[in-house]
């Protein structure tokens, strides 16, 4: 326990390392992972966790904040174990975050059907949201998606080639719109085509081509936009600085939803449009009045797309909807996710 408790404080303080990733935290919770009943043996309360494990992970995350300010821990998780970021002095183990590996499986699974299937798969989308707030998540896009055959992100995504460039874009736009701290594997920033190769470096050269740029800016610029706007990054673990604008309309596989800043001063509207079609006067109630900037299209030409959008901007009508007072009509480009901004 000391060796590995050294060993991690090593990577952090002589390597200045930010964070550390726990692999397979469940395999140690449990002693019956994986295993068939008499290949384990119970706790001395005769339970199925393994109370060692737990408290090592205790002692981890109580002395990592400790000596390494700002150093954060990671638990790749993958069962309802309670608290796995619940404070240490709270019963918790005390991780900064927790991998969320069902939002990455139902999305991904979402994103891999053609879009005429996709509303028969609608809450695939939308069930993350289910369970968002039981713990502090981080929304990953890992490795061990990209590997063993697997293929990459862009081939992964259904259509032509244009379409599947697009679906990606579409997809990362509503990760980054979406609460939760944000993952993704590298290679992925520039729709990689190949999948990971630990013996190759990521293929740089793809920037040659204007749709791997186009990507790569469009990660830039969603970057960007996340650390500014307080709204998407400062609320993430407050549910009450998010709510749905649209969840329920599988016809046309459009999702929106509505993100508060913490001073309520700043509201974002992201829109996603997970069909090739587009659609022309979508309206949608907001919760407030005012002119709402269009602050980011993935569908715009500098990252690939087709430049189908607002013209910049969309005033709200006094016409009710969504349980609103007044709304916005907006154009929806194919495959693709639309940031608004008010105030």
Aim: proline fraction near 5%; glycine fraction near 10%.
């Amino acid at each position: 326990k000391g060796f590995l408790i050294a060993s991690a404080l090593d990577w952090l303080e002589r390597f200045h390392i930010d964070a550390l990733r726990v692999d397979a935290v469940a395999s140690m919770l449990y002693r019956d992972y994986s295993r068939k009943a008499g290949e384990w043996i119970p706790n001395r309360y005769g339970g199925r966790e393994n109370l060692e494990a737990v408290e090592f992970f205790k002692h981890l995350n109580s002395i990592v904040p400790q000596r390494c300010s700002g150093a954060v821990t990671l638990a790749e998780e993958s069962t309802a174990w309670p608290g796995v970021t619940k404070p240490v002095e709270e019963g918790g183990l005390g991780f900064t975050y927790k991998w969320n590996m069902g939002w990455m499986h139902d999305t991904l699974h979402y994103m891999e059907q053609d879009p005429v299937y996709r509303s028969y798969n609608h809450g695939a989308f939308t069930f993350g949201m289910v369970y968002a707030y039981t713990e502090r998540f981080v929304l990953p896009l890992s490795h061990d998606e990209v590997v063993h055959g697997k293929g990459s992100l862009l081939r992964k995504m259904p259509g032509d080639e244009w379409q599947k460039f697009a679906n990606l874009r579409a997809y990362l736009g509503y990760m980054w719109a979406h609460p939760g701290k944000k993952l993704l594997f590298m290679g992925c920033e520039i729709a990689q085509v190949t999948e990971w190769n630990h013996d190759a470096q990521v293929s740089w050269e793809l920037l040659d081509d204007p749709r791997h740029a186009g990507m790569q800016r469009l990660v830039r610029d969603l970057n960007r936009i996340y650390q500014t706007e307080p709204a998407l990054h400062a609320t993430d673990f407050d549910p009450a600085a998010f709510a749905w604008a649209v969840v329920d309309d599988a016809a046309n596989s459009v999702f929106a939803m509505l993100r508060t800043a913490p001073d309520g001063g700043s509201i974002i509207l992201a829109v996603s449009n997970m069909t090739p079609v587009p659609r022309y006067g979508y309206r949608i109630g907001v919760p407030r009045a005012g002119t709402w900037q269009e602050i980011l299209n993935t569908d715009a030409l500098g990252y690939g797309g087709s430049n189908v959008g607002n013209g910049g901007s969309v005033t709200t009508e006094e016409v009710p909807a969504h349980g609103q007072d007044v709304s916005v009509q907006l154009v929806l480009p194919p495959l693709a996710t639309v940031l608004f901004r008010l105030g």
